[in-house]
T-cell receptor
């Protein structure tokens, strides 16, 4: 999984509790992404980061926040978990955001975190 | 924004046969089209990608074709093997833009 770890790998939590998922990379890649995967929807981007302390929203960002204080770590926080946030969450990394720029454009994914909100 | 449709949602083939998965996209500015393979309990793995200045790309038993005029691209797997069984995702993005994924195709290869 291209030097990407996610923790925890599985979590069950109750509605209304805060949850933080961690993504850690050893590749020193600039870009990091959080996706959620749900049946019938494929993978949808939640938030991404283009450097330390630089983040932006994806297509399904409501109810989620992120932080990146170090190149290697990207945290996803659910401030108050809801049942609709039950999903499998994947972190991804890439060196660059566009072909023709320095570094690899391809995104590589971590092993995922299965989150259940009861 | 970009929208990617993927068909079929499930595909069953006999070992040794070919498999074809098709995707269409809506944004004519998209110029990068990767394919991912996801095995049970694992993250998606990039298996091949194509850029808009190329019509076809091959890597051993897998190939991807791109028709920019029709805005569709396809994944071709020849001489399928049981280990090809997985869920396959296509995706599309424009220059410096975010990846938009299709909904996935579950491929089953029967021995």
């Amino acid at each position: 999984d291209a030097g990407i770890t996610q923790s925890p790998r599985h979590k069950v939590t109750e509605t209304g509790t805060p949850v933080t998922l961690r993504c850690h990379q050893t590749e020193n890649h600039r870009y990091m992404y959080w996706y959620r995967q749900d049946p019938g929807h494929g993978l949808r981007l939640i938030h991404y980061s283009y450097g330390v302390k630089d983040t932006d929203k994806g297509e399904v960002s409501d109810g989620y926040s992120v932080s990146r204080s170090k190149t290697e770590d990207f945290l996803l926080t659910l401030e108050s978990a809801t049942s609709s946030q039950t999903s499998v969450y994947f972190c991804a990394i890439s060196e660059s955001r566009a072909p023709g720029t320095s570094g690899s454009y391809e995104q590589y994914f971590g092993p995922g975190t299965r989150l259940t909100v009861t | 924004g970009e929208n990617v449709e993927q068909h079929p949602s499930t595909l069953s083939v006999q070992e040794g046969d070919s498999a074809v998965i098709k995707c269409t996209y809506s944004d004519s500015a998209s110029n990068y089209f990767p394919w991912y393979k996801q095995e049970l309990g694992k993250g998606p793995q990039l298996i091949i990608d194509i850029r808009s200045n190329v019509g076809e790309k091959k890597d051993q038993r897998i190939a991807v074709t791109l028709n920019k005029t029709a805005k569709h691209f396809s994944l071709h797997i020849t001489e399928t093997q049981p280990e090809d069984s997985a869920v396959y995702f296509c995706a599309a993005s424009g220059w410096g833009d975010k990846l938009i994924f299709g909904t996935g195709t579950r491929l089953q290869v029967f021995p």
